[in-house]
């Protein structure tokens, strides 16, 4: 509106109240259309499907409304089950991920810009290869009779292969892997825009380092932490390729169920319900993380 | 590969004469590794030649994505692989198109190799796989011949893979190795103590199974690596893997023969055309060229008259007479019926 204004009388036109409040409803018109084509792509590929993931979850054999869908995941334990281990691999991902990554993002953060970009390529180069490529390139290095067992057992390390693969900590592995570029990335971001004096501050105040780390560096790079980690989490939860390669058929999450729902059976009701248990879950876990570490600020960017 | 194909029948089309010649190209779609090849080179590239109808072809065969493509009617597929199986739960949902069995000759075929959904292409075997290294070569003295041996870790000490996410071919072997003879496993497997009691004997082997197998290359890998000792698997993959230098070794005994077949998406955009190619895909001459390519055998007949494949190649076919009778024929009434019960209890056991 001030723009506005300032605008018009920079022009020496002379303005009717009439002929501003068009000027500013055009103006509001069009700020709006400038989130028109995202507004689009939402409703196109994600309201859509989504109510219509929800509607054929309520369909029933008959073509009428039902409940049989979710009815069937209260018959048999393995749903439940099934719904643990996603959590489960999610969570110890996510943990893997920040032992892993906070010190490397630390360490980048505290070089010359320059220098960090360099070893930002480190975590960048695997980032740009084909996932798929990676994981079995992991099932290479982690199998029976892979890289990492024979030069172990050649050097003495142990006698017998180790099983590394095809359970819970080769999943554990790639999927800490793959998802590491995710939470440093934001991390390290936030981590540069740590005023370094700040630091200094708290040494001219009394503080040793580790308590000028812990009182003040680390809290100002929990936004970064909790924003990277919940994209990291949230990624794993609808993880396929990782732990159908890796986990050997024992790890077997939503996605992988799906999977074998459809491909066996082609019921869309079944896999939908699966689907919208996931979303209903998954939602409700970040409500209550959001409640619990107060992370709104990191989320949605107040305050 | 597409290319060429599309290329070789351009060609072809040019010289053909008749109506075959300016239809559309049809969509054939099969699945990847080793197994498109050989029908690459067994059946589509020289069908497409002689024929005149030029084919695109496409893998990643699925019949739950063919049954998407019926229901949002969009369907760009003409022809599909499939397992029997996988055909006649489709067809049981409606999404596929019935054979004309006036276009396409199955006079010749074997009984049971083919339904009003889909066409047999080869025969194959569910059988049991081991490295040659640790328990011997087929046949010899102290190696496993049957399904009780499979599920025997004391006298065959080692590790196992067995299917994952799937349920196909899954119960029958653990029924034989508790017990059940191979002509009246269908019969206790309708019952749900029945599936129960197979269900007990896999959990049984369960710690000493290192891996579950999720698809035909990866039966082929674990082996090549030595990842496991012992596992199931279609035989064909491993005789590619045995060419490929892994100690593998299989045997027919108490394996489950089964076949893949073609069937058509209810709607498919050039249904006539594709008909005549099925047609002329399932003539014996160019089945014969199949175990050429993988040691998968004919579903008609005649082929083995025709093929100029050697007597040894001939003799490893899972649909040769001599072997035919050390099998169970899959049945597939049981599986329309029992299916869905029997997965759900099958992933049950998984994910413990």
């Given at each position: 509106m ?7 009388s920079r022009?020496?036109?002379h303005?009717?109240g009439a002929a501003?409040?068009r000027?500013h409803a055009?103006e509001q ?5 400038l ?15 989504l109510s219509?993931l929800?509607?054929?979850s309520?369909?029933g054999d008959n073509g ?6 979710y009815?069937?995941m ?5 749903y439940y089950?099934?719904?643990v ?5 999610s969570?110890?991902t996510?943990?893997a991920c920040?032992?892993?990554g906070y010190?490397l993002?630390?360490?980048l953060?505290?070089?010359p ?10 975590v ?5 290869t ?14 029976k009779r ?5 030069f172990a ?16 900590t080769?999943t ?16 390290y971001?936030?981590?540069?825009k ?10 001219n105040?009394?503080a040793n ?8 560096y680390?809290p100002?790079s929990?936004?970064?932490?909790v924003?990277?980690s ?5 990624l794993?939860?609808?993880?396929y ?5 890796l986990?050997g058929g024992r790890v077997?999450?939503v996605s992988?169920q799906?999977t074998a729902i459809?491909e066996?059976q ?6 939908s319900?699966?689907?919208v248990?996931?979303l ?5 876990t ?7 570490f ?10 | 590969m597409?290319i060429?194909t599309?290329?070789a029948a351009?060609v072809?089309?040019?010289?053909a004469?008749g109506?075959?010649a300016?239809a559309?190209p049809?969509?054939v ?6 197994y498109g ?6 059946l ?5 030649k ?15 994505k063919?049954?998407?493509?019926v229901?949002?009617g969009a369907?760009?597929?003409?022809l599909?692989?499939?397992g029997s199986g ?8 409606g ?5 004309d ?6 006079s ?6 083919y339904t009003d959904?889909?066409v047999?292409s ?7 796989a081991?490295?040659?290294?640790k328990?011997?070569?087929p ?9 009780a ?7 065959f000490?080692?590790?196992r893979?067995?299917?994952?996410n799937?349920v196909d071919?899954?119960?029958?072997p653990?029924l034989?190795?508790?017990?059940v003879a ?6 206790v497997l309708?019952?749900r103590?029945?599936?129960e009691r197979a269900?007990n004997?896999?959990?049984?082997l ?5 891996v579950?197998w999720?698809s ?5 890998q674990l082996?090549k690596d030595?990842e496991?000792?012992?596992t199931t698997g ?6 590619n ?5 892994a100690t593998?070794?299989?045997t ?13 998406p209810?709607g498919a955009?050039?249904?006539d055309?594709?008909?005549a190619?099925?047609?002329?895909v399932s003539?014996?001459?160019?089945q014969?060229?199949l175990p050429f390519?993988?040691t998968y055998g004919p579903?008609?007949k005649k082929?083995y008259?025709?093929?100029t ?5 001939i ?5 040769h007479?001599?072997?035919?009778p ?5 049945s597939l009434?049981w599986?329309a ?12 056991m998984?994910?413990?």
């Open positions: 001030a723009r506005a204004d300032a605008d018009g022009s020496g036109k303005l009717h501003l409040k000027q055009r018109w069009s700020v709006l259309s989130v028109v084509p995202a507004l689009i792509v939402i409703v196109l590929i994600i309201l859509i499907p219509w929800f509607y054929l309520f369909l009428g409304f039902s409940l049989e869908n009815h069937k209260t018959q048999y334990k393995s089950r099934i719904f281990t996603t959590f489960q691999v969570i110890l996510t943990l920040i032992a892993l010190p993002a630390f360490f953060a505290q070089l810009p320059r220098w960090a970009g360099v070893f930002m390529l480190a960048l180069l695997p980032f740009w084909s996932l798929l490529v990676r994981t079995y390139a992991w099932l290479v290095l982690l199998q892979g890289i990492l067992n024979e057992m050649q050097v003495g390390l142990w006698e017998t292969p180790i099983k590394l693969v095809h359970n819970m080769g554990l592995i790639g999927m800490a892997h793959i998802m590491l570029p995710f939470l440093i990335l934001p991390l971001n936030a981590m540069r740590i005023d370094k004096d700040m630091m200094h501050a708290a040494a105040l009394g380092p580790i308590n000028a780390f812990w009182r003040v680390f100002l929990l936004p970064g932490m924003a990277g919940l994209i990291v989490f949230v794993c939860l609808g993880f390729v990782t732990p159908a390669v986990g077997i999450m992988n799906i459809l066996n082609f019921d869309w009701g079944a896999a319900a699966l689907g248990v996931l209903v879950a998954t939602t409700f970040l409500y209550l993380a959001a409640r619990v107060k992370f709104d600020a990191a989320l949605f960017g107040r305050d | 597409e060429r599309k290329l351009v072809a089309a040019s010289f004469i109506t075959a300016t559309e049809i969509t779609v099969s699945w990847g590794g080793s090849q050989a029908q690459d080179n067994a589509f590239n020289d069908a497409s002689n024929s005149g109808i030029e084919i695109i072809r496409e893998s990643g065969a699925s019949m739950s063919a049954c998407l493509q229901e949002s369907v760009t597929w003409d599909v692989v499939t996988g055909a006649a739960a489709a067809a049981a949902k999404c596929l198109e019935k054979i069995y006036s276009v396409v000759d199955v010749d075929f074997y009984p049971n190799t959904y889909c047999g080869d025969v194959f075997a569910t059988v049991m081991w490295n040659t290294d328990y011997g070569a046949g010899s003295d102290g190696a496993p011949n049957s399904w041996d499979f599920f025997n870790v004391e006298k000490p080692g590790t893979a067995y299917r994952a799937n071919g899954a119960l029958e653990a034989m190795a508790d017990g191979p002509e009246d496993v269908y019969k309708a019952t103590e029945g599936k269900i004997k896999i959990r049984e369960k710690p000493h199974i290192a579950f999720e035909g290359a990866m039966q082929a082996m030595g496991v000792d012992m279609w035989n064909g993959r491993f005789d893997a045995k060419k490929d230098g593998v070794g299989y027919f005994n108490q394996a489950l023969l089964d076949y893949d077949c073609f069937a058509m209810k955009p050039n249904k055309t594709a008909m190619f099925l047609a002329e003539k014996a001459e160019y014969a060229n390519h993988i579903t008609n082929a008259e025709v093929t494949a050697p007597a040894e190649l003799r490893a076919l899972p649909s007479p001599d072997n035919v050390f099998m169970v024929p899959v009434d599986y019926e029992h299916r869905a019960e029997a997965l759900e209890l099958y992933i049950e998984l994910s413990e």
